[in-house]
């Protein structure tokens, strides 16, 4: 990794990059990316448009499932909050154990 590479990424993920799951077309290095530009720590080239376009939809796309999640984890905390019943509360738990861990799924995909 050349100096000013190794400046740009760690400017770059000051700046809230990420880091790519997915190393580099071209030479397999390690990959930042911020606002739709993917940059390789090690030779420095920006991949293909089109496959960054692919990522962002996937990104859009895998939303709405998390606030549907999100929304029905708060729909369950309040319904915790006033049951009274043991047996219920039990069952309310288990579906918002069920619920965070689709979330944390959704969320590594
Ligand atoms: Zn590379």
Do not use: F, W
């Not at 190393?23 to 089109?50: D, F, I, S």
């Amino acid at each position: 990794m050349s100096e000013e590479l190794r400046k740009k990424a760690a400017e770059m993920l000051l700046n809230g990059a990420t880091l790519l799951s997915e190393p580099c077309p071209y030479c397999n290095g390690v990959r930042v990316m911020k606002e739709g530009q993917a940059l390789c720590t090690k030779c420095g080239r920006t991949p293909e448009k089109r496959k960054i376009v692919t990522e962002e939809n996937e990104e859009k796309n895998e939303k709405p499932l998390n606030k549907i999640l999100e929304k029905k984890l708060e729909a369950l905390s309040k319904e915790l909050e006033q049951e009274m019943d043991h047996d219920k509360q039990q069952s309310i738990l288990k579906s918002i154990n069920l619920l965070l861990e689709m979330i944390e799924k959704v969320k590594k995909q």
